[in-house]
């Protein structure tokens, strides 16, 4: 039987490895720490639950289609449920409105501003949706294996139409003309890691997917949908292995052959890498195998764009507050100043944040008459501010605390606190080996984006392949279940299995 590993029990890797196997592979998943899913983790305190990254759910079929192209309803793993409004906004120190994916209500909000900025609105869905439906085909839903998969008339001018060239924020301009409209829309670029002020505008589809296919909350929370990937998997017939560390890949002939694990070899026909590619590159890729070019050298690689990281508080309160959604959003007073502080490496003054507050319609998230509130402010990645000394720390807690309770009217939050926990950018590289702790790997920029990303199927060796945020397509669950599906299926067209050993993936 092909025996494949898979390095790296993230959405991604768990992805990979259940298309793998079943398809008809062997597949073992080897996971450093106790837990699956990466940063799609879990804090349970006992009594308190958290979900540690990810948060909100868009494009629900891309959650789905893993469960039913291995034939099976996805209804019977994990239960989804809409939300609407999905959000609440709170700009210049107050609620500003509700963020709504009904149109009817979509229209009160833009004809509330201006008719024009209701046609401009109108205008960019229409625009971007178009954008959309040719990145999917074209870019997003394929992999590049070679040069000329890309550099070719056909891609290119596909890659022309996609009209990439001017930043987030510069298109939306060109359709609104009221600044807090743009703002609404333009901050949804920092989901992926990257400012709206330099972002390639085809990012643009983000808030596009929430207001077109809605905002959907997962029961029991993000990590649930982890443990349903976990559970198909093995139902499968694959293999686990948590708390293994693999020391590194190894080669024969620039052939990836198996990992290293405790100084011993472990034999696989191929292997598929979950670890961040940065951390994989530096230091899971031997340079004595000789299949690193020179922009995949140490130095190069550090020399990479990387996204912007997060700091994200874990509040266990012991008291419940009615007024708020279970996504809020609160935008800096200067928002261009927010963000340039953000590229140049300086820890906001002022810190836009985003509070997520899923006890509100999940109970088993804290006990009866307590809440859990997840606060996540996006701050510089290591490469750019390292600085993270507990004064520091606490001092931009502070302020974060201050504006939670003056704007988002929770007066009495410090007396409520039950369980208090941080991760700052130090704790996402340690816990997850996210290079410079950079949330969402490698910066979408446009020449890290798409073809210019590393590959799923690695060019410079064999039988190596990568799945994860860093890797094609990219950064968000949704697309890093995709990348996971795309790493499979360059396997199976490397190493098919013989005929009567393999499995549709329909079956």
């Not at 906004?89 to 004809?111: H, M, N, Q």
């Not at 040069?147 to 022309?160: E, G, M, R, S």
């Not at 490496?345 to 008459?369: H, T, V």
């Amino acid at each position: 039987m092909t025996k494949l590993a898979v390095v790296g029990a993230g959405v991604g890797g768990l992805s990979a490895a259940i298309y793998l196997q079943a398809a008809g592979y062997q597949v073992d998943l080897f996971e450093k720490n106790s837990y699956i899913g990466g940063k799609m983790g879990r804090i349970d305190t006992g009594k308190y639950r958290f979900d540690v990254g990810p948060t909100i759910v868009m494009m629900p079929e891309i959650y789905r289609q893993v469960f039913s192209d291995s034939g099976v309803n996805p209804d019977d793993y994990f239960q989804m449920s809409r939300l609407n409004p999905f959000m609440d906004v709170y700009l210049a120190g107050k609620k500003d409105r509700p963020l709504s994916s009904d149109l009817v209500d979509i229209t009160k909000t833009y004809e509330g501003v201006s008719s024009q900025d209701m046609a401009g609105f109108l205008a960019y869905l229409s625009d971007i949706y178009q954008r959309y439906d040719l990145a999917k085909d074209h870019f997003i839903a394929r992999s590049f294996r070679s040069p000329w998969d890309f550099w070719n008339p056909k891609t290119l001018i596909q890659a022309f139409r996609l009209k990439t060239f001017s930043s987030s924020y510069q298109s939306l301009k060109k359709y609104l003309e009221s600044e807090d409209l743009v703002k609404l829309l333009a901050f949804q670029t920092l989901y992926i890691g990257i400012s709206p002020f330099n972002g390639p505008s085809i990012y643009n589809i983000i808030p596009m997917i929430e207001l077109l296919y809605g905002v959907w909350y997962i029961q029991g929370g993000m990590y649930s949908y982890a443990q349903a990937l976990e559970r198909r998997f093995k139902e499968l017939g694959g293999q686990i292995h948590l708390n293994t560390a693999i020391e590194s890949v190894t080669f024969t002939n620039k052939n990836a052959d198996g990992v290293m694990i405790g100084g011993v070899k472990h034999d696989y026909d191929a292997v598929v890498m979950n670890a961040d590619f940065p951390y994989a590159m530096n230091h899971l890729i031997p340079d004595k195998a000789g299949v690193k070019p020179r922009r995949y050298q140490v130095e190069k690689i550090n020399q990479m764009d990387y996204a912007i990281s997060c700091m994200v508080i874990y509040l266990g309160l012991d008291r419940q507050y009615e007024h708020l959604n279970v996504h809020n959003l609160r935008m800096a007073e200067d928002f261009f100043k927010n963000i340039d502080e953000l590229e140049k490496g300086i820890l906001p003054d002022d810190p836009s944040f985003y509070a997520y507050y899923p006890s509100k319609i999940d109970d088993s998230m804290a006990p009866n008459g307590h809440s859990s509130l997840y606060v996540l402010a996006p701050v510089p990645n290591l490469k750019d501010f390292d600085d993270w000394n507990e004064q520091q720390t606490k001092d931009f807690i502070q302020k974060v605390f201050s504006r939670l309770a003056s704007e988002l009217d929770l007066p009495d939050l410090l007396e409520h606190i039950d369980y208090q926990q941080i991760y700052t950018p130090n704790d996402f590289k340690s816990e997850f080996n996210s290079a410079y702790g950079a949330t969402f790997g490698l910066k979408p920029t446009l020449l890290q984006s798409n073809y210019f990303r590393p590959h799923n199927k690695y060019p410079y060796a064999q039988k190596l392949y990568f799945a994860g945020a860093s890797a094609h397509p990219g950064a968000g669950v949704p697309i890093v279940l995709t990348s996971g599906e795309l790493a499979a299926k360059e396997v199976m067209r490397d190493l098919p299995l013989p005929a009567g050993k393999s499995r549709s993936l329909s079956e």
